[in-house]
């Protein structure tokens, strides 16, 4: 009987590698495409930053077939407690939402409820008959419009060219435009409607002609409440019935769970002297507190809070072709749509897909290969996964308003992984 289940065990396990179908192992596993001692160099990066103080702590997870190679914690949580930065520490993983939220719409898309081609005020009423912003006022934030030149789609919303802006962080006219209309950037959203500020952003004006520009903006917030109106459910309970329960992601959540708040990190900003402060309830405009509030309001683009190991089976499962753990959450065409360019050359040398940035032949300082693609979140987090080396990473640190040191930081991460590869 011993034999048997030992024979099935490896059955199933070279039958999931064969199809290519790699779940992510339990434990940090040794690789035979990788050296070990070169891989030590990815820790001394991440750790070199919390000695010199330009990072808190860090939690990093990276991957290779499945095969977990680095999963691990560095720094602190929390300094004025002296608590160690665990491996399951949930982070605010904020714009890392837009991932899941442009699954969400490839899943309606391929249950026939919808079309990238369909019109948004088909589902929203108040985005027909837009118009774009044509000149603006400083001094009173008023402003004059022309007649948008067409109808913005789900296509445009996924690819940030429908000409939306963004709430909080865009350009000086779109960033006073939304906060006079009260329109939120979503993150730490507890007051507001979703679908009565829905209604309200499609009476604005958009910012470019659609389909004339990249802009990044509230593109995705609005795909989140199209999910809710297409699919009968809140946001986060379409997330946990359709991709977050299937997948086994325990620890992804718009309101985390009782049981998993005290794994919630805290968040550092830096002061004028560049010395880190961590945030404090009342204090800042968002509350830290926000992912163990009651919402009802669930920002598709920058609501989440999660796990690098969360994360890293999502980015696992785009590497299987859309399934995980005998899991189909898309089919492997509709994948391969998502990580098309459809952005043409708006976005310069890199593409945009339907939801992720790609590296293309063009980003030749960029040692991730062709084809990698990636995003990440305003509290410092970062995620990639290259299809052709199947190596999915994640890494994710605690702190709004990074500065240089993270974007030094990730590119260090990235040259450190691939110079272990044999």
């Given at each position: 009987m011993k034999k048997f289940f030992v024979s099935s065990f490896f059955i199933l396990y070279f039958s999931l590698v064969l199809f290519g179908q790699q779940v992510l192992s339990s434990e940090v596993l040794p690789h035979p495409e990788v050296h070990q001692e070169r891989l030590e160099r990815v820790n001394k990066v991440i750790q070199d930053f919390v000695s010199d103080n330009k990072i808190v702590g860090a939690v990093a997870l990276v991957s290779k077939d499945g095969k977990l190679l680095i999963h691990r914690g560095y720094g602190v949580d929390d300094r004025s407690i002296g608590k160690k930065m665990e491996k399951d520490a949930i982070f605010r993983i904020a714009s890392q939402t837009k991932a899941l939220t442009s699954v969400g719409i490839m899943m309606l898309m391929e249950s026939g409820?919808?079309?990238?081609?369909?019109?948004?005020?088909?589902?929203?009423?108040?985005?027909?008959?837009?118009?774009?912003?044509?000149t603006f006022s400083e001094k009173d934030s008023t402003y004059t419009t022309v007649p948008a030149k067409r109808d913005i789609t789900i296509r445009d919303l996924l690819t940030h060219t429908s000409g939306l802006g963004y709430a909080g962080i865009g350009s000086p006219a779109m960033k006073a435009i939304y906060a006079k209309n009260k329109i939120s950037a979503g993150i730490g959203e507890t007051d507001a409607n979703i679908h009565t500020t829905m209604l309200r952003l499609g009476e604005l004006p958009l910012e470019y002609q659609p389909g004339e520009r990249w802009n990044y903006g509230l593109n995705t917030d609005v795909l989140g409440h199209i999910i809710e109106l297409v699919s009968g459910l809140s946001l986060e309970s379409f997330f946990q019935k359709m991709i977050c329960e299937p997948l086994g992601m325990r620890d992804t959540w718009f309101n985390l769970p009782l049981a998993i708040q005290p794994r919630l990190t805290s968040i550092y900003t830096r002061d004028s002297l560049r010395f880190f402060t961590k945030m404090e309830d009342g204090k800042s405009p968002i509350s830290p507190n926000f992912p163990n509030m009651n919402k009802s309001y669930f920002s598709g683009g920058a609501g989440l809070s999660s796990t690098v190991k969360d994360y890293g089976i999502f980015l696992q499962m785009l590497l299987n072709k859309g399934s995980y753990n005998g899991k189909q959450i898309l089919s492997p065409r509709t994948v391969e749509m998502m990580l098309s360019n459809h952005s043409g050359r708006l976005m310069g040398d890199t593409h945009f897909g339907l939801g992720f940035s790609?590296?293309?032949?063009?980003?030749?300082?960029?040692?991730?290969?062709?084809?990698?693609?990636?995003?990440?979140?305003?509290?410092?987090?970062?995620?990639?996964?290259?299809?052709?080396?199947?190596?999915?990473?994640?890494?994710?640190?605690?702190?709004?308003?990074?500065?240089?040191?993270?974007?030094?930081?990730?590119?260090?991460?990235?040259?450190?992984?691939?110079?272990?590869l044999k």
């Open positions: 409820a919808l079309l990238l081609s369909d019109p948004v005020h088909k589902f929203i009423p108040t985005f027909k008959n837009l118009k774009v912003l044509n790609i590296v293309t032949p063009a980003n030749t300082d960029d040692i991730r290969n062709v084809g990698t693609f990636s995003w990440g979140g305003a509290f410092a987090t970062t995620y990639w996964a290259d299809p052709k080396e199947n190596i999915v990473a994640v890494l994710m640190t605690q702190q709004l308003g990074a500065g240089p040191e993270w974007g030094e930081l990730q590119n260090k991460f990235n040259v450190a992984i691939y110079q272990a």
